[in-house]
């Protein structure tokens, strides 16, 4: 695929979680460029203009509205969606207060409906929180739990306690800890492993032909560790806006 190939039909989708901001570009429903970037600056939207041209797009954000972002955006783009609790999506929401319902949550889910569709998901989101959502197999979303990410958990034992240090992931965890740092390490890590684990046994005695999908910063680093079955897909939400993109372009 050449750096300069422009497609018939291009979606842009921006998503800004708690850290990171995602660029993707579709062509149709295959996703064809997607970037990171840690700070907002324009000038990685104008790249993607300049060697893809896309027509639509369509940006969450889960820290507020960029309006430097967003002009550029609704500038470039024949028909730019910013994605809110007003935004029709493909499935049904029974969510009470959907106007405090993570944009980054929905999209999700919406992304995982999309790619397995008429079947009972479980979406975990591990990121800087670790998110939980329910749809059922009729595509109503029923709503999920949100809870500490590693990382947070990390900063939280170092910064609301006076002796613990900072602790860090790294590829091997004891079960249990020698020293402190490993103690942590071993604490917050099989911690969320028996999180996770606990919500999928749950959600399996009550439902038949479950899946579950792991997503977010650190869903490579818990699949392994999971005893349960989860199917790791990195770009869900991205998928996701891109679904609920379509989904609002036709009644353009």
Known sequence: ?????????????????????????????????????????????????????????????VTGEDKSLTKVLKTQLSH??????????????????????????????????????????????????????????????????????????FRSLNQFTKQLPFAQEKATVPFIGTDTESAIMAGVVHGIVFEMDGYIDALKAKYNDFFVYLTGGHAIYFEKRLKNCTFAEPNLALIGLNRILEYNAKKI
């Open 80 to 153: 730019f969606l910013w994605l809110d609790e007003t935004v029709p999506v493909p499935v049904s929401i029974a969510y009470k207060t959907v106007n405090t319902l993570g944009k980054d949550r929905i999209a999700a889910v919406v992304g995982a409906n999309y790619l397995q569709p008429e079947q009972h998901l479980l979406v975990i989101d591990a990121g800087t929180a670790i998110t939980y959502e329910l749809l059922e197999e009729s595509g109503i979303y029923k709503g999920g739990n949100i809870s500490p990410g590693m990382t947070t958990r």
């Open 1 to 61: 695929m050449s750096r300069n190939q422009v497609y018939d039909k291009v979606n842009l989708i921006v998503e800004q979680g708690n850290t990171i901001l995602k660029i993707a570009v579709f062509d149709g429903d295959r996703m064809v460029a997607c970037s990171q970037h840690n700070g907002r600056d324009p000038s990685c939207i104008r790249e993607l203009f300049e060697q893809h041209k896309p027509d639509i797009g369509i940006m969450s954000s």
